[in-house]
Every structure is written in C-alpha cells, then in structure tokens.
C-alpha cells in the first residue's frame, strides 16, 4: 500500500487532539486509557485459562503482554511520538509508511504523537499496537482481548434479537403476498433497524455495557425525528431500479456490500437486513466485509461473525433458531460470504483506497450497492475533517464512489455534513452534544452516476 494521499485530495485538517477541550482530546486523554486499561485487566483474569491450555509459557507471555501495553499506555498518556511496528505481518510495512508519510506533513522538528498528530490515525494506530502486543507474544497470539465483551453484548440484548428474529419469520413467511408499497416499507423499517443497531458499539462507552434492551420495531417511529438526513429513497431507488438494468429484458442479478461495524446487536441487525434483501428477491449476493485484527473493541471479526450465527442456530427459540438455520445455509451456499481486507484496519480515510488497495476498491465497483455502517465507516469516508454541515456529502467523499453508497450512521464523532443551512447552528442551541451522543443518526447516499 503506497502513502496516505489525503493532500492530494485537499479537503479541511483532520480532527485532532491537539485541540485541548474537543472530542478528539477528550477521547485520547480519557477513553483511550481506559480501554487499554480494561485490555490488561482482561488479559490478567485470562491467567488460569492460560496457564491451563500452554503451561507456564502461557504465563510468560501473559506478563509480556501486560508489559508491553503498560508501555503503550504510558506512550499515550505522556505525548511520546509514535513508534514504528515491529511485529512482521502483512500490513506493518503498511503502517510504517504511513508513519512516515505523517512525519513528512509535521516536518522535522515536530514529532508524529498521540496529542499531536490526527485523531483517526492515533486511534485506529491503537488498536494496531493491541494487535502487535499480543501478536508478539506467543502462544497467546490469537487472544481476542475484547471477546468476552463482544460476546457478553449479544447475550445482554437476547430479547431484543428474539423479537427481530420473530419478525424476520413473519415477514417472510408472507413475502409473496407482500405489494410493492408493502415491500417499499418493510425495506425502509430494516434499514431502520440496522441504522440504530448502530447505537450498541462498545468503543463509545469505553467497553461498559451498551446493549438493546426493548423491541427494536416498536421503536422506529419514535426514533424518526432523530434522523438528521434520510436518503432511504435513493437507496431503494438504487437497488430496485438495478434488478430491472438488464438490457435484454433479463433481470440482473443484484449483489449489495455490507462493511460491518460492531458485533453483538448491531450485526444482527444487519443480519436480518441482509436475510430481507435475499428472502425478497432484491438481492441474489449479500457480502460481507469484517475486521481482519480486532479493532475499535466492538467490530466484526470473521470469528464473531461464524459465532453469532451459530449462537443464532443453536438458540433455544423457534424463530431465532430458524434465522441461524437460513443464515448457516446462505453461507454455506455462498449466498452470504465474509470478507476482510486489511486496508480495513489501517487509518487511511477511505480517498485513498483507490491509490491504496486498488485491488478492494474493484471488488467494491462491481457491487450494486455499497452499505458503510457506524461511525469510524463515516469518518474515514468524510477523512475525520474539519468539514462545514452544509458540503455535500458527495463532495466530503473526495472521488470515493466505488459503486452507489449509503453510509448508516449513529453520531458519535464530531464530524458532520449534508446537512440544511441551519440545521447544525440549531442542533447545537438545542443539544450541545448531538454529534457525539450517539442520540442522531443519518441515512447519507452517494452514487457515482448522481448529480446534486
Ligand atoms: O462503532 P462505531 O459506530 O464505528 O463507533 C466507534 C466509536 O469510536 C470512535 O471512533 C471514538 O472512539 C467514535 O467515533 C465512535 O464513538
Ligand atoms: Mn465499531
């Protein structure tokens, strides 16, 4: 992957927490920390399991690990510059890259760190140092440090995934009867749901519990007046309208992305969106693009995303066990595949992805329709910038337009545009916190083909 190109795609500077007082501050002075903090607390209560499967070396290596992220808690806490990856996979070389690539933007003098240098690459950089701790340290290299979280988020919202499951089976028990307008709504309601999903990510609570408790349905009409921009009918237009573009009268075979974001509720969410799109003929192809490393506490790694449907099989609930079964056998027949790339776990802002992973942003041409959940989605598309409410989505995007796009968003970052004259100045009177509290929520559509 070549070096971070966000120059030459001009657009305001990156959030950073070199403003004292902002969310990028407040999150690298106290989120951060804690996140790492729970990270060594999880490893140290791993030590029987440990020490059960490899012995004293798993010991070992439980005490390096705590060692080496003690240090890089410490490197964040007191503003040291930020160091080279060592630990020889795919994409170190990658990342050092990019260090130097942000080294070359400060100058000599300056140093690339923690408060210094751009939110999103010192965060998502985090997360990479995670990885690389424990990656150096066998054999407890493959520990997922936030699994027991990610698990204990899906069990927590058990109620909440029985009545989305339960809906899900009346829904297609009676598709073929469904009108148009019928089908139009129902369309609508899932990409509601899988929007607000979007509200359970663990990052934002530092890893606290953060999980669906009521009816995900019953709550869509309450939650409308929150959805800052609603794009849904672009969306439907875009995937209905791309069954019918055969030009011998054929219909085409119709295939929809979906890059995840958080496991636990929000990825059945998306789940049963993409069940929807299969069981009524929208789509014949759902892909799905996940973490390759874990990433951001609660994002979807190919592990936690066999896990949920097999804990949705198993489940001991008619409608949630005969999801599983479908979601099993979509994967089975290739209906549903998993796909992670590594480009999906570096700080790039997503302008570069052509120029960086060429080869990811050419799978993403040949999709009809391209779903970005969560907000770290939006902020790599929107380059975490300074950007002015009112710039158009399309023009934030900078030449990113792989296919038609939506990003579903719940607010967790101060980032923001597309939005009316207006609007932000009046959010801001009213909620002074509306960009972070995870309380809005946008629908955003882009299309390469789409003037505005
Ligand atoms: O899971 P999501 O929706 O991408 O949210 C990740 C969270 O982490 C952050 O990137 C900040 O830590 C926020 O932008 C957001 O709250
Ligand atoms: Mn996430």
């Not at 990433?295 to 949705?312: G, K, L, N, P």
Request: net charge negative; aromatic share 10%; charged share 20%.
């Amino acid at each position: 992957m070549a070096a971070n190109r966000a120059l030459l795609h001009g657009g305001p500077p990156p959030l950073s927490a070199k403003v004292e007082g902002s969310f990028a501050y407040l999150t690298v002075r106290d989120r951060l920390p804690t996140i790492l903090t729970r990270a060594i607390d999880t490893i140290h209560r791993n030590k029987n399991k440990f020490f059960e499967e490899f012995g004293e070396d798993g010991v070992q290596a439980e005490k390096r690990t705590i060692g080496f992220l003690s240090k890089l808690r410490n490197e964040l806490l007191t503003d040291k510059p930020i160091l080279a990856l060592c630990d020889g996979l795919v994409d170190t070389d990658a990342w050092n890259q990019y260090l130097r690539r942000q080294q070359s933007l400060v100058g000599e003098r300056d140093s690339v760190s923690w408060f210094k240098s751009s939110w999103l690459y010192v965060e998502c950089y985090m997360y990479r140092r995670i990885q690389e701790a424990i990656w150096l340290n066998p054999p407890i290299s493959d520990f997922d440090v936030f699994h027991e979280s990610k698990t204990q988020s899906f069990f927590e919202s058990q109620q909440a995934v029985i009545a989305l499951c339960t809906y899900l089976q009346g829904l297609n028990k009676n598709m073929d009867n469904l009108s148009e307008t019928q089908l139009t709504e129902q369309f609508h309601k899932l990409l509601q749901v899988s929007l607000w999903g979007n509200k359970c990510d663990l990052s934002i609570s530092a890893g606290m519990e953060n999980s669906q408790k009521g009816s995900p349905i019953d709550s869509l009409s309450d939650l409308k007046s929150f959805i800052l921009v609603d794009d849904s009918n672009m969306v439907w237009s875009a995937l209905s309208s791309a069954q019918k573009q055969g030009a011998d009268g054929q219909i085409n075979p119709v295939r929809v992305d979906i890059v995840l974001d958080n496991a636990g509720f929000e990825l059945v969410t998306d789940l049963v969106l993409a069940d929807f799109l299969v069981s009524s003929g929208l789509a014949k192809e759902v892909r799905f693009h996940g973490k390759s490393i874990p990433w951001f506490v609660s994002d979807v790694t190919a592990h936690d995303f066999q896990w949920t449907i097999r804990q949705t099989l198993a489940a001991n609930h008619k409608w949630m066990s005969k999801s599983g079964v479908q979601w099993h056998s979509y994967v089975r027949e290739g209906v549903w595949s998993y796909h992670d790339h590594p480009f999906w776990t570096m700080p790039h802002e997503y302008c570069d992805m052509a120029g960086d992973a060429p080869d990811l942003y050419t799978t993403l041409q040949g999709s009809n329709l391209v779903l970005f959940k969560g907000d770290l989605n939006y902020r790599k598309l929107s380059g975490d910038r300074e950007w002015e409410h009112t710039v158009p989505f399309d023009r934030a995007l900078r030449g990113f337009q792989p296919a038609p796009l939506c990003s579903l968003r719940t607010l967790k970052a101060n980032v923001q545009m597309g939005l009316q004259p207006g609007q932000g100045e009046n959010l801001s009177a009213q909620d002074p916190g509306w960009m972070t509290s995870g309380k809005y929520a946008v629908i955003q559509f882009s299309s390469p083909h789409r003037e505005r």
